[in-house]
């Protein structure tokens, strides 16, 4: 079986990319997005209301990798598995109740086998309760403006009301796509749970991608007999990243060949342009009060533009607009925003600044001595 899959998606990633009105064809929903700009490229009923059965997930490591960035968790913690976790059914990493695990250990069995008892040991971990891990799940969701998206549960497992679209579904993969560590785990086609009492549980990735398509390093599946066969993906090559989301796919080979097509047609359609990079310098700032007079302009996030292959590569330029700012001040504080012209003056995108180094605000003698030096000096 595994021999004529790589065989299946061998002979994909070799063909010529079919055209864009047919991708997805046995799908109910999909989209495709570039990730550093968010740029749609593809869609499909992408805002129609479905399950996403364990694409749940996605949200659920979200959570608890900026749990982890709080500082609230980390993967060193030891976490206590409920009844209720040890007791979920389908696909599970067999915890054992009243036992203590390694939150990185869970990470790894919602990641790699999708397993729904890890699911919800994170939502106690990270919320105090399913219940209340849920009401975080909705607000982050209508933090991200996930207009089309209710969770009910931390796993997916089938519940009236509990929805996304596969829109949706690509904003939240690439807000968890941010925390670059997640891809260790996600990447993992096989792995094992070693449980205390010497036996271990064998973790296969669900997604069967990230074994058989160069650059797929996550993300996650998802499977209920309501849902259909789902698949939220995401592969790098030459710098650039995509993202896909198939919904309601009717089997899970199906589900994996129409992944491989959007991913072949991304590829071979599409360029990353850098208009500016993150590390660019882009002038300087005064700050007033501060233990230095001024600081280096940087932006926050790269600025990136999704070009096709075949076109040339286009020119750019910008005007920096600053704000007061008074110390202190930290790297990653906005300072003022970045205008992108093309080269007709049209102003395409308007992006943060921030500065290149923290500037603390000046103690008293720093600040006598510099005014006594601008005395002394008579200016």
């Known amino acids: 079986m595994k021999k004529l899959l790589l065989f299946v998606l061998s002979f994909f990633s070799m063909t010529t990319i079919v055209l864009a009105e047919n991708f997805a064809s046995n799908a109910k929903s999909a989209i495709l997005m ?27 490591l979200l ?8 500082g609230k968790l980390s993967m060193d913690s030891s976490i206590t598995i409920s009844d209720n976790a040890a007791s979920m059914g389908g696909s ?7 036992t203590s695990i390694k939150l990185e250990e869970l990470i790894k069995g919602v990641s790699i086998v999708s397993a729904n008892d890890a699911a919800v040991a994170l939502a106690e971990a990270v919320g105090g309760s399913q219940e209340n891990f849920v009401k975080l799940m909705n607000e982050k969701a209508k ?22 679209t596969a829109h949706d579904m690509a904003i939240m993969a690439r807000e968890l796509i941010k925390h670059v560590n997640i891809l260790k785990y996600t990447s993992t086609y096989e792995d094992y749970f ?38 939220t993906a995401t592969a790098m090559k030459n710098n650039v990243r995509f993202i896909t989301v198939l919904m309601g796919e009717p089997s ?20 990353l342009n850098t208009i500016i990079d993150k590390e660019q310098e882009l002038g300087h700032i005064y700050i ?7 600081s280096t302009l940087v932006v926050k996030n790269p600025i990136t533009e999704v070009e096709e292959i075949s076109t040339n590569k286009k020119e750019y330029t910008y005007n920096i607009k600053t704000n007061k700012i008074v110390a202190p001040v930290k790297k990653g504080d906005v300072v003022g925003s970045v205008e992108i012209k093309d080269s007709d003056g049209l102003i395409v995108r308007e992006e943060e600044l921030t500065i290149k180094e923290d500037v603390k605000k000046i103690n008293f003698i720093k600040l006598f001595l510099k005014n006594f030096k601008i ?5």
């Open 34 to 60: 570039e990730f550093t700009t968010g740029k749609i490229l593809y869609e499909k009923n992408s805002n129609e209301r479905l399950a996403p059965a364990s694409m749940t997930k996605v949200m659920t």
């Open 63 to 70: 959570l608890t990798m900026e749990a982890i960035d709080e």
């Open 92 to 98: 599970q990493m067999f915890l054992d109740a009243n």
């Open 143 to 164: 933090e991200l403006n996930l207009e089309n998206t209710t969770f009910l549960n931390p796993h997916g497992l089938d519940t009236d009301g509990h929805y996304t």
């Open 194 to 231: 070693n449980k205390s009492d010497g036996s271990r549980t064998w973790l296969v990735n669900t997604n069967k991608l990230v074994r058989f398509y160069p650059g797929v390093d996550g993300l996650k599946t998802g499977f209920t007999d309501n849902a259909g066969y789902c698949l």
């Open 252 to 271: 899970s080979d199906l589900r994996s060949k129409e992944t491989t097509e959007l991913l072949n047609y991304a590829f071979n359609t599409y360029k």
């Open 288 to 294: 007033e009060k501060g233990d230095i007079d001024k």
């Open 375 to 379: 005395l002394i000096n008579g200016k």
